[in-house]
């Protein structure tokens, strides 16, 4: 599986933006997708995840109200829809893929088999 995350880049805070995360090479229908954000001097933090079967979503407690995730399974794309930015949004953001997991796991790095190279967001304050 390969992952290629995508519509990252500069806004003001306040702003919005969507990422896209294109998952080729997939076989069957199952599966999950999450993103996660590492900032500089930073861990890599979960954001949110969804199953394809959109039977389990989970959102940080860091961005409920202001993210959403979501995919389209017709083109093996998952969203990350990003509104009201904040500056501490900034970091660079990675998509991952992995087995079917409930929500009480997809925030798990560790979990997941396939990651993307990241795409960098930058919140101007």
């Known amino acids: 599986v390969q992952l290629q995350a995508s519509g990252g880049g500069l806004v003001q805070a306040g702003g919005s933006l969507r990422l896209s995360c294109a998952a080729s090479?997939?076989?069957?229908?199952?599966?999950?997708m999450a993103w996660f954000r590492q900032a500089p001097g930073k861990e890599r933090e979960f954001v949110a995840g969804?199953?394809?079967?959109?039977?389990?979503?989970r959102i940080a407690d860091s961005v409920k109200g202001r993210f959403a995730v979501s995919r389209d399974r017709a083109k093996n794309t998952v969203y990350l829809q990003m509104n009201t930015l904040k500056f501490e949004d900034t970091a660079v953001y990675y998509c991952?893929?992995?087995?079917?997991?409930?929500?009480?796991?997809?925030?798990?790095?560790?979990?997941?088999?396939?990651w993307g190279k990241g795409t960098q967001v930058t919140v101007s304050s």
């Open positions: 090479g997939r076989t069957g229908s199952g599966g999950t």
């Open positions: 969804t199953r394809w079967n959109g039977s389990a979503t």
């Open positions: 991952a893929a992995g087995r079917d997991y409930n929500s009480g796991s997809m925030h798990l790095a560790r979990v997941y088999d396939y």
